[in-house]
């Protein structure tokens, strides 16, 4: 493998994004989803890109969770989901769209947060085999409720990408019939323009009906 030449040397700033840029094009941008480019496209296990191009905004990240939210469903995985965030700058705010369809939804959530606190800006960020382990340690003693996970990180990809990856209860990758599932189930919540919209009406009937809030743990 060859060496970068900026290798050793002080940083330049060239590499450098411009974070609010990029935070406000992964709300605002709307993929289309005719462009192949703008769908959801799971490689291994998790769909990556980057909110300037159309191609890792809230609307992907809205129709993922809720297309994961069936995917449990139909696998009757009613244990508890780990989700995990790295330091890429869409990892936080796709960490928040994908909270808001997943408790509305009822899925009980396990966090890895810094201490206690009165907000989820302190959650801890999360190595991917952090988020394999726990699944595996909680299923070898809960096995008739298994637990999955969320690692939201585009791994080695550059800093303006954003990734979304599932691990059912084994722990690992998923594979491909259960990427495809999900992929296609998200791509056509893209193309109905409903993404997390179904979630957000189910949980406003819950807070209607005065249920207690979904449950977080560290």
């Known amino acids: 493998m060859a060496i970068s030449p900026l ?17 406000d094009a992964y709300y605002k941008n709307r993929p289309d989803p005719s462009d192949p480019g703008q769908r959801v496209s799971f490689g291994t296990s998790g769909h990556r890109g980057t909110a300037l191009n ?9 129709a993922i969770a809720q297309a994961i939210c069936a995917y449990r469903a139909q696998a009757k995985i009613s244990g508890p989901l780990f989700i995990g965030i790295d330091t890429h700058a869409l990892s ?26 009165r907000g989820l800006t302190d959650v801890e960020y999360t190595p991917t085999p952090a988020v394999s382990h726990a699944i595996i340690a909680y299923n070898r003693s809960k096995p008739a409720a ?6 939201i990180t585009p791994s080695h990809n550059p800093p303006e990408d ?4 599932y691990n059912p209860p084994h722990g690992g990758p998923a594979d491909g019939g ?20 179904e979630a957000r009406a ?3 009937r ?13």
């Open 7 to 23: 290798a050793g040397q002080p940083a330049t700033a060239a590499p450098l994004i411009d974070v609010a840029r990029l935070i």
């Open 54 to 62: 159309g191609s890792f905004n809230e609307r992907h990240i809205l």
């Open 92 to 117: 936080e705010p796709a960490f928040m769209s994908a909270l808001e369809v997943l408790a509305a939804n009822g899925v009980e959530l396990r966090i890895a947060m810094a201490r206690e606190t």
């Open 146 to 151: 298994l637990a999955d996970g969320i690692v």
């Open 162 to 165: 954003g990734g979304f990856k």
């Open 178 to 197: 259960i990427t495809k599932f999900v992929q296609d189930l998200a791509n056509s919540l893209l193309e109905a323009k409903a993404g997390g919209r």
């Open 202 to 204: 189910v949980r406003r």
């Open 206 to 218: 819950a807070e209607g009906r005065n249920h207690t809030a979904p449950r977080f743990h560290r």
